[in-house]
């Protein structure tokens, strides 16, 4: 039986967690993947997708799509854009994924890839953006 349960930042803490909004796949009980995005204010209202990843022996089953579906309909039901960092390198076999998802990479940023951008807001505000907690 596979699930994706949602944690808030408050729920995080509490069970001594980093206080993040978080994503768990959970497959026959046990956690194999999962989603951690905080909220920034600056350099405009955004979530970053900190850390995206499924554990090894579970790769290449379609189980990081499924995380990233619950994180793209949560980044839109709220609203903000989303934005990835150090996630994927172009050429890498994720590339690809979320490319075809609609995640855009952003020029001269190496790793930053950015969901659900406000059309009237330039990428350039994001120069020199570097992952942050």
Same mark, same amino acid.
Not at 71 to 80: D, L, M, N, T, Y
């Given at each position: !039986?596979? /699930?994706?349960?949602?944690?808030?930042?408050?729920?995080?803490?509490? @069970? #001594?967690? &980093?206080?993040?909004?978080?994503?768990? $796949?959970?497959?026959? *009980?046990?956690?194999? *993947?999962?989603?951690?995005?905080?909220?920034? /204010?600056?350099?405009?209202? +955004?979530?970053?997708?900190?850390? $995206?990843?499924? %554990?090894?022996?579970?790769? =290449?089953? =379609?189980?990081? @799509?499924?995380? +990233?579906?619950?994180?793209?309909?949560?980044?839109?039901?709220? *609203?903000?854009? #989303?934005? $990835?960092? %150090?996630?994927? !390198?172009? #050429?890498?076999?994720? /590339? =690809?994924?979320?490319?075809?998802? *609609?995640?855009? @990479?952003?020029?001269?940023?190496? #790793? $930053?890839?950015?969901?659900?951008?406000?059309? %009237?807001?330039? +990428? @350039?505000? +994001?120069? =020199?953006?570097? &992952?942050?907690?």
């Amino acid at each position: !039986m596979e /699930s994706i349960e949602y944690s808030s930042p408050k729920q995080a803490a509490e @069970s #001594g967690e &980093m206080p993040q909004h978080r994503f768990d $796949l959970v497959v026959n *009980g046990e956690k194999i *993947g999962a989603a951690e995005i905080d909220y920034f /204010s600056k350099p405009i209202p +955004l979530y970053q997708v900190s850390d $995206l990843y499924v %554990d090894f022996e579970h790769k =290449g089953k =379609g189980h990081a @799509s499924q995380i +990233l579906s619950q994180v793209e309909e949560w980044i839109i039901s709220r *609203g903000k854009p #989303g934005v $990835l960092v %150090d996630a994927v !390198m172009e #050429g890498d076999a994720a /590339s =690809g994924m979320y490319a075809r998802r *609609g995640w855009v @990479s952003v020029p001269n940023t190496p #790793g $930053l890839h950015v969901f659900n951008w406000p059309a %009237d807001v330039s +990428l @350039s505000i +994001l120069d =020199g953006y570097a &992952m942050r907690y």
